[in-house]
């Protein structure tokens, strides 16, 4: 099945500052790269995803890039805000792989006022 | 419209009990899912069924198993909970644009 690799684990930035998220996949067939927000004690909400046929997409101030010849795509978050702290999980679907969907590990992200 | 709805939220077991997590949906989704989440860890999958009368096993499928009652419902089974199933439970289902949704969660503890 798809390996996702998620980098960094952890990440601590000041309140303004932006943030970025990087995820590598191995399975060239992948083509739908969600992200995922986690609050604390909360469930995993979708915050934005990306197809194949697309290299970038933004909402406001949150957009992912995607590299299909390198095989990662991205999250940035730019003028973080404490509501931003929260664990963040990337996740890639092969178009083969009927529902079979996995997660990157996560990334804790801490913003500080 | 309720979403995806897991029960219970809570619940306490001790080495060797069996329980069942209850999860439906009320979206229509084809996809279902059960995941589980230990403290500070990423979101693991245990079972998937992509639709109704089909499931297949996930990345952690060991100690437990699944039902696909109908297309609303997607239950999991502890037949003999250990100490290492204590975790957070997430059930899940897919829209067709790919999107997942996910219910509250249900809080395991086997003692």
């Known amino acids: 099945g798809e390996n996702v690799e998620q980098h960094p684990s952890t990440l601590s930035v000041q309140e303004g500052d932006s943030a970025v998220i990087k995820c590598t996949y191995s399975d060239s067939a992948s083509n739908y790269f969600p992200w995922y927000k986690q609050e604390l004690g909360k469930r995993p909400q979708l915050i934005i995803d990306i197809r194949s046929n697309v290299g970038e997409k933004k909402d406001q101030r949150i957009a992912v890039t995607l590299n299909k010849t390198a095989k990662h795509f991205s999250l940035h978050i730019t003028e973080t805000q404490p509501e931003d702290s929260a664990v963040y999980f990337c996740?890639?679907?092969?178009?083969?792989?009927?529902?079979?969907?996995?997660f990157g590990e996560g990334t804790q992200l801490t913003v500080n006022p | 419209n309720a979403g995806v709805t897991q029960t219970p939220k809570f619940q306490v077991l001790k080495t060797g009990q069996s329980m069942t997590l209850q999860c439906a949906q009320d979206m229509n989704h084809n996809s279902m899912y059960w995941y589980r989440q230990d403290p500070g860890m990423g979101l693991r999958l245990i079972y998937y069924s992509a639709s109704e009368g089909t499931t297949d096993k996930g990345e952690v499928p060991n100690g437990y198993n699944v039902s696909r009652l109908n297309k609303r419902e997607f239950s999991l089974r502890l037949e003999s909970a250990a100490p290492s199933q204590t975790s957070v439970y997430f059930c899940?289902?897919?829209?067709?644009?790919?999107?997942?949704?996910f219910g509250e969660g249900s809080r395991l503890t086997v003692l």
């Open positions: 899940a289902s897919r829209r067709w644009t790919g999107e997942l949704f």
């Open positions: 996740a890639a679907i092969p178009e083969t792989s009927g529902s079979r969907l996995t």
